[in-house]
């Protein structure tokens, strides 16, 4: 983080799926949080190869940089959807109108659009059926930039969580900004009807992505509630596998260690270990600043729904 950057940050996430087994059961779970903390990073410059260029529409530019980011590490990119849109734009209206970041809007309150995700969606004229997966990130800056709400939401593990989720196949994003310049980005992503294709039975999906550069060093934890690391508040940038929401990820070792060192000690986050984490899904976050223009080397061991996983990869921080 710049010292001399003074824009601050909100964030919620929320992840929710009802999932159909070949028996007719059901599931599902949920995170949330909000904040209003220091950013972590300044705004990234759109010159990876691949990267989009920036419109100036906040909205799409988040958009659009959330599928940079899945593409880079194996998964399907989200088709936008208008009704989805339409759902993220009132809630993003009703967030600034009201100078509030939450999941929920009070019916009463100007701008209402529905009290939930799915009455949104329903106002809105998206319908889920089953099976589905839905989520929805929130955050709120000082800052317009579409890739900058994009980038600090994706550096923030339970947010993480919810925007690589391999299964999602459709997404709508909403943005807006008040007179003294405070802009509320709200993006809302599900599969329905069916789950996307995923990623491959036996695998994961991992980030920062094999050779990824100009990875960021640290993360504030504080900017997250619930708080990754309760105790601390700048870490190591988490790294995070992820497999689809039906699956179980079980962690046998998960380490990361700069090139010709030693492993970093770290927070491990499973369903085992923390709550807010999802089943399908595992992080670790060092518990000490990266180096700047290191190489590390990340090792993951387990399985994913018995089937044993072994990952091996490495990216290198600005």
């Given at each position: 983080?710049?010292?001399?950057?003074?824009?601050?940050?909100?964030?919620?996430?929320?992840?929710?799926?009802?999932?159909?087994?070949?028996?007719?059961?059901?599931?599902?779970?949920?995170?949330?949080?909000?904040?209003?903390?220091?950013?972590?990073?300044?705004p990234p410059t759109p010159s990876a190869p691949g990267a989009p260029a920036a419109t100036g529409n906040t909205a799409t530019d988040g958009f659009n940089w959330f599928n940079f980011r899945r593409s880079q590490i194996g998964l399907a990119t989200l088709a936008r959807n208008a009704?989805?849109?339409?759902?993220?734009?009132?809630?993003?209206?009703?967030?600034?109108?009201?100078?509030?970041?939450?999941?929920?809007?009070?019916?009463?309150?100007?701008?209402?659009?529905?009290?939930?995700?799915?009455?949104?969606?329903?106002?809105?004229?998206?319908?889920?059926?089953?099976?589905?997966?839905y989520g929805e990130v929130i955050s709120a800056a000082g800052d317009r930039a579409g890739f900058y709400h994009a980038e600090e939401l994706i550096a923030a593990i339970y947010h993480r969580f919810?925007?690589?989720?391999?299964?999602?196949?459709?997404?709508?994003?909403?943005?807006?900004?008040?007179?003294?310049?405070?802009?509320?980005?709200?993006?809302?992503?599900?599969?329905?009807g069916g789950y996307g294709a995923g990623v491959a039975r036996g695998t994961v999906a991992v980030y920062p992505g094999v050779d990824q550069t100009a990875v960021p060093v640290n993360f504030m934890s504080d900017s997250e509630a619930?708080?990754?690391?309760?105790?601390?508040?700048?870490?190591?940038?988490?790294?995070?596998?992820?497999?689809?929401?039906?699956?179980?990820i079980a962690v046998t070792s998960f380490t990361v260690k700069p090139r010709g060192g030693s492993n970093l000690a770290a927070r491990l986050l499973t369903k085992s270990t923390d709550s807010n984490t999802?089943?399908?899904?595992?992080?670790?976050?060092?518990?000490?600043?990266?180096?700047?223009?290191?190489?590390?080397?990340?090792?993951?061991?387990?399985?994913?729904?018995?089937?044993?996983?072994?990952?091996?990869?490495?990216?290198?921080?600005?």
């Open positions: 983080m710049r010292s001399s950057d003074t824009r601050h940050i909100r964030f919620l996430a929320l992840l929710l799926a009802a999932l159909l087994s070949a028996c007719g059961g059901g599931g599902g779970s949920s995170n949330s949080g909000g904040v209003t903390p220091p950013p972590t990073n300044p009704q989805m849109d339409l759902a993220s734009q009132g809630h993003a209206n009703y967030l600034m109108t009201n100078n509030t970041v939450s999941h929920t809007q009070v019916a009463g309150n100007p701008g209402f659009t529905g009290a939930n995700l799915i009455d949104r969606f329903n106002a809105a004229g998206y319908r889920v059926t089953a099976p589905y997966a919810v925007i690589f989720e391999p299964v999602f196949k459709e997404a709508g994003t909403g943005a807006a900004t008040s007179n003294s310049n405070y802009t509320y980005f709200t993006a809302a992503m599900a599969a329905s619930p708080d990754p690391v309760p105790n601390q508040n700048e870490v190591g940038y988490p790294i995070s596998v992820h497999a689809n929401i039906a699956s179980t999802p089943a399908s899904a595992a992080a670790i976050i060092p518990l000490a600043k990266l180096n700047a223009a290191t190489t590390y080397d990340v090792s993951f061991a387990g399985s994913v729904d018995g089937a044993a996983v072994t990952r091996n990869w490495s990216f290198t921080t600005k």
